[in-house]
């Protein structure tokens, strides 16, 4: 299975915009076509941004859907690889 690292602008573009290349992306590793990588770095960042006050206004962003997305990484602070192919790197 391929794996695929995506930059936090682009997940944060999937997870905010339902149609488009990005969303497209996440659609593939939610059926698990591809395996995600991502850092803790870029889960923090992910968290971070999605926490924003204005995009979780603009966007009705609930709390419960970026825990959600997280959850799906296994942001757990260890590594492993999570339900959804998400595989936390440590490197």
């Known amino acids: ?14 997870l ?4 488009g290349a990005q969303a497209e992306l996440l659609d593939a590793w939610r059926d698990r ?6 850092s ?3 889960l923090n960042e992910i968290e971070e941004v999605l926490s924003q006050a204005r995009l979780r206004q603009k966007y ?3 709390e419960d859907q970026i825990e959600r997305f997280l959850k799906l ?4 602070k260890k ?13």
């Open 60 to 62: 009705r962003l609930q």
């Open 33 to 38: 076509r591809f395996v995600l990588i991502a």
């Open 16 to 19: 905010l915009m339902r149609r």
């Open 73 to 76: 990484c296994g942001n757990d």
């Open 40 to 42: 803790p770095f870029i």
């Open 1 to 14: 299975m391929d794996r695929v690292v995506l930059d936090t602008n682009q997940i944060v573009s999937g």
């Open 79 to 91: 590594k492993s690889f999570a339900r959804a192919s998400c595989y936390i790197s440590y490197l």
